[in-house]
């Protein structure tokens, strides 16, 4: 037997790619480009929205028959609230530097409409597992989005992966840059990130046409 | 059989290959094909699309030519090897071989590169689109070489014209329907993405990278990098040859008077809006005397690091920088410009007001004209959004009071709905 069902399966999948939260839904832009300038604090970003969606899903999920309708919004605050504070005390302790270059950014995941966004419209209509892998799901679609983005901006913005050079070194002038090549400074400011993300909307949508809104 | 019978039968025979679109844009480049109207209107000027940008480029050689000279004449001036020329714009001392020479060795490879670059793009983009070729970037092509530095690298100018023709235009469906003047979206990205290239005193004359840090090095400071930094004693540059463009500067900017002659040709030829130009001036001009003022009143302290160029006579702001050649052929720009001939008054104004403003505040960069003509070409369709709603409201008014003859209330509803 599969793990997973073919329904379950679909919960994580369908965020990846034809129903990503920031390629189709325009959700989570805001983060997306604040802080894909560097591939690490977008891996770091996705990974907090991860535990934030997934925990955050279930948990909801299993209040979800005693949230009385008309509070649900601050419920559901408190809840985020709480795990953004874990996530950023865990960064605060464990990675200084990179919750100093994510900055407000890791406390403002609460205001991460994605967030919010699942819980209204999945968490609190569904049961924990089925909450659980659809929290999974439209994060790890987040963060591959994210990934790509800090992928390019960084390698044209800075010549570096994860700050290791990858391009050589700009300054004594080896690797690419001997030959006259220069890091793109464009690439480093958060426009640029709008625009890679715009480029990969527009190649998803001409390779899947179904996914063109209706003009 | 003529040539163009034989161009026409092949025109028809071809019509389905996947390579039309490319002939046809060489085809009607050069010829009108011989086809006729099928409906509507059976007279029409032949002016077409095709027509009006080689205007606007042949509007645009003197500009080039005169860089070309000038690139060389920089050059060497800076070297000391010929002395500064004072006998007007036909002094023989510029229009020499040598200057000439030099600036065609440097020009040319921009020009070039913009072309191959920008039209390789159109050309795949029509194939794919089984669009006609649009001839949009005749004029992008030619304006990108004059308002880059001289010695920009080519690869550089080729990612941008890529990423200016795709991002600029093509995303938003090809010449016509762009909400940003491409050759400024090139600028722009150039600007943002190698700064180093784009501004500061070593890019504008030929070599004074090159000998940065040596012995030999040359400095190339713009008449506005001199006013930022408030070293206007060093300058050395008379007010005749900021109208003449004897200034270093970005290659085809720098000659306010062959500017103005191709800026008369348009508005001669009915190309470009003369409410544009003028009241751009007009914008530029208030904007420096409003800036003068502020300096006569002394509110602003002499080691304010704006004095300077807040002192600058008002008028002279027109003479240096990319001033006049953004209001001539830039603001103009048919397609990303204001429509409507009250929102033309406003937008060429805001674009003079703005740029002036930007120049003075902008504290890494002397310069604001692209800056003001992008974000005006933004609001353009704005402006005429609301041109438009007042002259409704004013028509709407006007037959509120009106003597109405036989059954005035049908039309009014009629006119109601048509105008809601």
């Given at each position: 037997?599969?793990?997973?069902?073919?329904?379950?399966?679909?919960?994580?999948?369908?965020?990846?790619?034809?129903?990503?939260?920031?390629?189709?839904?325009?959700?989570?832009?805001?983060?997306?480009?604040?802080?894909?300038?560097?591939?690490?604090?977008?891996?770091?970003?996705?990974?907090?929205?991860?535990?934030?969606?997934?925990?955050?899903?279930?948990?909801?999920?299993?209040?979800?028959?005693?949230?009385?309708?008309?509070?649900?919004?601050?419920?559901?605050?408190?809840?985020?609230?709480?795990?953004?504070?874990?996530?950023?005390?865990?960064?605060?302790?464990?990675?200084?530097?990179?919750?100093?270059?994510?900055?407000?950014?890791?406390?403002?995941?609460?205001?991460?409409?994605?967030?919010?966004?699942?819980?209204?419209?999945?968490?609190?209509?569904?049961?924990?597992?089925?909450?659980?892998?659809?929290?999974?799901?439209?994060?790890?679609?987040?963060?591959?989005?994210?990934?790509?983005?800090?992928?390019?901006?960084?390698?044209?913005?800075?010549?570096?992966?994860?700050?290791?050079?990858?391009?050589?070194?700009?300054?004594?002038?080896?690797?690419?840059?001997?030959?006259?090549?220069?890091?793109?400074?464009?690439?480093?400011?958060?426009?640029?990130?709008?625009?890679?993300?715009?480029?990969?909307?527009?190649?998803?949508?001409?390779?899947?046409?179904?996914?063109?809104?209706?003009? | 059989?003529?040539?163009?019978?034989?161009?026409?039968?092949?025109?028809?025979?071809?019509?389905?290959?996947?390579?039309?679109?490319?002939?046809?844009?060489?085809?009607?480049?050069?010829?009108?094909?011989?086809?006729?109207?099928?409906?509507?209107?059976?007279?029409?000027?032949?002016?077409?699309?095709?027509?009006?940008?080689?205007?606007?480029?042949?509007?645009?050689v003197p500009c080039l030519i005169f860089g070309m000279f000038n690139t060389g004449y920089q050059h060497y001036l800076a070297l000391g090897e010929i002395e500064p020329v004072?006998?007007?714009?036909f002094s023989a001392g510029f229009w020499t071989m040598d200057n000439f020479l030099l600036g065609l060795w440097k020009v040319l490879p921009l020009v070039i590169v913009?072309?191959?670059?920008?039209?390789?793009?159109?050309?795949?983009?029509?194939?794919?689109?089984?669009?006609?070729?649009?001839?949009?970037?005749?004029?992008?092509?030619?304006?990108?070489p004059l308002?880059?530095p001289v010695d920009l690298?080519l690869?550089?100018?080729?990612?941008?014209?890529?990423?200016?023709?795709?991002?600029?235009?093509?995303?938003?469906?090809?010449?016509?329907?762009?909400?940003?003047?491409?050759?400024?979206?090139?600028?722009?990205?150039?600007?943002?993405?190698?700064?180093?290239?784009?501004?500061?005193?070593?890019?504008w004359v030929h070599g004074a990278v090159d000998t940065?840090?040596?012995?030999?090095?040359i400095?190339g400071?713009?008449?506005?990098?001199?006013?930022?930094?408030?070293?206007?004693?060093?300058?050395?540059?008379?007010?005749?040859?900021?109208?003449?463009g004897f200034?270093p500067?970005?290659i085809g900017?720098t000659s306010?008077?062959l500017?103005?002659?191709?800026?008369?040709?348009?508005?001669?030829?009915?190309?470009?809006?003369?409410?544009?130009?003028?009241?751009?001036?007009?914008?530029?001009?208030?904007?420096?005397?409003?800036?003068?003022?502020?300096?006569?009143?002394?509110?602003?302290?002499?080691?304010?690091?704006?004095?300077?160029?807040?002192?600058?006579?008002?008028?002279?702001?027109?003479?240096?920088?990319?001033?006049?050649?953004?209001?001539?052929?830039?603001?103009?720009?048919?397609?990303?410009?204001?429509?409507?001939?009250?929102?033309?008054?406003?937008?060429?104004?805001?674009?003079?007001?703005?740029?002036?403003?930007?120049?003075?505040?902008?504290?890494?960069?002397?310069?604001?004209?692209?800056?003001?003509?992008?974000?005006?070409?933004?609001?353009?369709?704005?402006?005429?959004?609301?041109?438009?709603?007042?002259?409704?409201?004013?028509?709407?008014?006007?037959?509120?009071?009106?003597?109405?003859?036989?059954?005035?209330?049908?039309?009014?509803?009629?006119?109601?709905?048509?105008?809601?």
């Amino acid at each position: 037997m599969a793990l997973l069902s073919k329904k379950d399966a679909n919960l994580i999948l369908d965020p990846l790619a034809d129903n990503n939260p920031i390629t189709i839904q325009v959700l989570g832009i805001c983060s997306a480009l604040a802080i894909t300038a560097e591939l690490k604090a977008s891996v770091v970003m996705a990974l907090s929205v991860l535990f934030v969606l997934g925990v955050g899903n279930v948990v909801i999920s299993l209040l979800r028959n005693v949230i009385p309708s008309k509070i649900r919004i601050i419920v559901q605050l408190v809840v985020v609230a709480t795990l953004v504070i874990i996530v950023d005390q865990v960064l605060k302790a464990f990675a200084y530097e990179l919750s100093k270059t994510l900055s407000v950014f890791v406390g403002l995941i609460i205001t991460n409409c994605i967030i919010m966004g699942r819980f209204e419209a999945f968490a609190l209509g569904n049961g924990p597992w089925k909450s659980f892998l659809d929290g999974i799901g439209n994060a790890l679609g987040y963060g591959v989005i994210l990934v790509i983005v800090g992928f390019f901006r960084e390698l044209l913005g800075s010549g570096t992966l994860f700050g290791i050079p990858v391009l050589g070194d700009p300054v004594t002038k080896t690797g690419l840059y001997s030959i006259g090549y220069e890091n793109n400074g464009f690439m480093i400011i958060p426009p640029a990130a709008l625009i890679v993300v715009g480029i990969i909307i527009w190649v998803q949508r001409s390779r899947n046409r179904t996914l063109i809104e209706e003009a | 059989m003529g040539l163009k019978e034989k161009l026409h039968t092949f025109r028809v025979k071809n019509q389905d290959k996947k390579w039309f679109p490319v002939f046809s844009g060489f085809h009607t480049f050069l010829f009108t094909p011989n086809e006729t109207t099928h409906n509507g209107t059976h007279i029409k000027g032949a002016d077409d699309l095709k027509r009006t940008m080689n205007t606007v480029v042949m509007s645009l050689v003197p500009c080039l030519i005169f860089g070309m000279f000038n690139t060389g004449y920089q050059h060497y001036l800076a070297l000391g090897e010929i002395e500064p020329v004072a006998n007007g714009f036909f002094s023989a001392g510029f229009w020499t071989m040598d200057n000439f020479l030099l600036g065609l060795w440097k020009v040319l490879p921009l020009v070039i590169v913009s072309y191959g670059v920008g039209l390789a793009i159109e050309f795949l983009f029509c194939v794919i689109k089984k669009h006609e070729i649009e001839e949009g970037y005749l004029v992008t092509g030619m304006l990108v070489p004059l308002i880059v530095p001289v010695d920009l690298p080519l690869w550089m100018l080729a990612v941008a014209v890529a990423f200016g023709v795709v991002i600029g235009k093509e995303v938003f469906g090809g010449t016509g329907m762009n909400i940003l003047n491409p050759a400024l979206t090139i600028r722009a990205f150039l600007f943002f993405a190698y700064p180093t290239w784009m501004s500061g005193d070593k890019v504008w004359v030929h070599g004074a990278v090159d000998t940065a840090g040596t012995a030999d090095a040359i400095s190339g400071e713009t008449v506005l990098g001199f006013l930022a930094q408030g070293r206007t004693a060093e300058m050395g540059y008379s007010l005749s040859d900021m109208f003449l463009g004897f200034i270093p500067g970005s290659i085809g900017e720098t000659s306010t008077l062959l500017i103005l002659l191709g800026g008369l040709f348009l508005v001669f030829s009915k190309i470009a809006s003369w409410r544009i130009m003028l009241s751009a001036v007009i914008g530029a001009l208030a904007m420096g005397l409003i800036f003068n003022g502020i300096v006569e009143a002394g509110w602003i302290p002499e080691y304010s690091k704006f004095y300077t160029l807040m002192s600058f006579e008002y008028w002279q702001h027109l003479l240096v920088g990319g001033l006049a050649f953004g209001i001539v052929f830039m603001a103009t720009d048919p397609v990303t410009g204001s429509q409507t001939n009250q929102g033309k008054w406003i937008y060429g104004f805001l674009i003079g007001f703005l740029s002036v403003m930007i120049r003075v505040f902008n504290p890494g960069y002397p310069e604001g004209v692209f800056l003001a003509i992008l974000l005006m070409n933004v609001f353009a369709p704005t402006i005429d959004h609301y041109v438009v709603r007042g002259n409704i409201k004013k028509r709407m008014k006007r037959l509120k009071t009106a003597t109405i003859y036989p059954k005035p209330s049908d039309e009014v509803d009629a006119l109601k709905t048509e105008t809601a």
